[in-house]
């Protein structure tokens, strides 16, 4: 009897040596596959971006993506996994001599974000977009109420996302919104329309909630304390160090003085 337990327990450790050993194979199989289907200005493999900068790279697997001599994209910009990059209705259709998707130095979109567009879409230097949002310059019309949706003829009209921008998971912008300077449209939010540089909007249909006054700083109030920014310089084994020393909660409110009262 001993002899089986240890027949079958070496069994099973070989079985779960195995089982290790091909998940680390497929991990590092996905990582070399992740590495080399990256598209970057010095690798762009199929894709002819009439513009790629220095420091941008478009993580593998990509979306959708045609229309790539209308495309400039800035530089640094970071394009996460299943983004749709679309300039026109169609693949291989002459779009005329100018760019219809433009992207500023440090535009960073979200996995699975999508930008589709007819008419031109420019968004902003280091505009943030979280996942899953939807950027589009072309939307259905439903004028004839005889005809399905989706067989009439589409309306376009241009979009301009302004620069340090932040759009919130599963946004949607829509044709003809112009969004200022430092815009924060939160998550879930439809936007259509000007929105001001400085202002908060929320909602479907988006409405502002907050916005900057030079004079009386946010209006409402922000309630929560301002970040303490990391200090210039810090390097990532500094601030690793500073982690290590920062106290648990539960030690800090040990450690906080009785209240005298």
Known sequence: MPKNRNTFSSLAALTAWRRRAVTRAVHGGWRWVQQAGAVTAERPGRLRFR?????TRLAFPQGTVFGEPWIELGECCIIAEQVTLTAGMLPDLDLGPDPVVT???GVVLGRGSHVVADAPVR????????????ITSTNHSYDDPDEPVGRQWPRSAPVEIGPGCWLGTGAVILP????????????????????PDHTVVAGAPARAVRHWDPVRGW?????????????????AEQL????????????????????PR
């Open 51 to 55: 513009r790629i900068g220095a420091g």
């Open 240 to 259: 690793a160090a500073l982690a290590e020393l920062a106290p648990e909660p539960e030690a800090a409110i040990s450690a906080a003085p009785a209240d």
């Open 123 to 134: 968004i902003g230097a280091d505009t943030f977009c979280g996942p899953y949002v939807y």
């Open 103 to 105: 992207l500023g130095n």
């Open 219 to 235: 209006q409402p109030p922000i309630r929560t304390p301002v970040p303490v920014p990391v200090p210039a310089g810090l390097t």
């Open 176 to 195: 003809g919104a112009r969004l200022g300077r430092n815009v924060v449209v939160a998550a879930g939010a439809v936007v259509r329309g000007e929105v």
